[in-house]
DNA sequence: CGTCATCTTGATTACGCTCAAGCTCCGTGG
DNA sequence: CCACGGAGCTTGAGCGTAATCAAGATGACG
């Protein structure tokens, strides 16, 4: 996942010129609150100014399954449908553009947006597949493992944050909190990585967890 | 999924249009043989013309994981990246189209041509989702099910045929052949199918299948 | 008709889930 | 400042689902 990041970097910065000229309200959401649900119509296209989102569905079940993680600099809310297939909501205080879907095929540069926005959902195709990889192949202990590794990978320094509790992380997974309960547990008692409380760690042995995550 | 699909029948005339103008070579594949390969380059864009397509990612312990079925018409290979993260093999004698990503850039309608490269990609990400879903919360019964309930809202008609053996079922649901053999045994003596052969099926009781695969 | 691949079935194991307590960390109020 | 309360996290015991290992059955094809 390490190449996919840093293409992202790179590609970042076209992107985030293009979209400095587009019109389009920023508005700010609390934690856990709704930026738009299942089921809603796809007429607006959203960014991450800053903080974290989620998506999520819910089936009938009550059993959740968390889409993508999105932070500062990434879109969201893409979809080809005419009504959404998951929910998203702020993980923590988080400041969110809008922009309406329309008002973009009328902008000035309509090749550059639509090609931009092609970008941003081949880039969360590629990002999708990855995790599908996740769900149908690995096991819990590899599913974690890979997990505080792509956070680190994302944040990068020394110190490491998790922006969403254990429910957030075992419905993204595909696990149950006391699973993904017991595997930090294990990593950390190998010292593959070391917690400083239940949201903040450091990779302990990078090439082991490596070893873990490769694909 | 099922409006999912319609979505896709609605939508599909125009782009065969748009394709049919398009330059590009129509080449045969035999049954498992390669189309590209994981790491290939990713200037290239496929059609399927008739037969079927499976794209698979396999890691480096041996553990296979299937991306997606692809049939006539659909589009495949699209990717953010230089590189494929999957191979695409032939599931049976296929003819498939091929363009060159820098050939369409130059063709008259370059606005069309990418818009229509955007729909495929974006519904190919839905597509992705609805497969995570299943993946990440679904139980041995309900992703057999859903996989049957799949290929009949697919082919339509009284008559199913799977295009696929039971490994491909299993890679592409994330289970062992064994298990998914059970599964289809079990949902046989329960009615809800009715197998002639182990490729060909009949829906036995359709509510019933639908209440097991709803979302 | 025989051979080989594919599929099914059976017995056993194990990984992750469920149910049930504890524990930790914070915020709140006495 | 410390006690209380509650949410979120961890740990434990037991269970169940799907994996594994191992034969058979079926079916496709020469």
């Known amino acids: 996942m390490t190449a996919q990041i840093v293409t992202f970097a790179r590609a970042a910065h076209p992107i985030q010129d293009e979209v400095r000229s587009l019109p389009g309200a920023s508005i700010a959401y609390g934690p856990g609150e709704e930026i738009y649900a299942q089921a809603e119509e796809t007429d607006l296209i959203y960014r991450v100014v800053s903080g974290a989102v989620r998506t999520t569905r819910l089936d009938s079940d009550g059993r959740r399954q968390i889409g993508d993680f999105y932070y500062a600099g990434d879109f969201f809310g893409l979809e080809a449908g005419p009504e959404h297939r998951f929910s998203a909501e702020a993980l923590c205080d988080a400041q969110v553009q809008v922009f309406k879907r329309a008002s973009l095929a009328v902008a000035d540069d309509t090749v550059g947006i639509e090609r931009m926005i092609w ?33 680190a990978d994302r944040q990068g320094g020394e110190i490491q944050t998790l922006t969403m509790g254990r429910q957030d992380m075992a419905d993204y997974l595909g696990l149950t909190i006391e699973t993904v309960s017991r595997m930090l547990t294990q990593l950390q008692a190998e010292g593959l990585v070391a917690f400083m409380g239940c949201r903040q760690f450091r990779i302990g042995n990078r090439s082991a967890l490596t070893r873990l995550v490769a694909a």
Chains 1, 2 share one sequence.
């Open 119 to 151: 970008t941003a959902t081949a880039r969360e195709l590629e990002r999708t597949r990855e995790h599908l990889m996740m769900l149908g192949r690995k096991t819990a202990r590899e599913k974690v493992a890979s997990f505080l590794y792509d956070v």
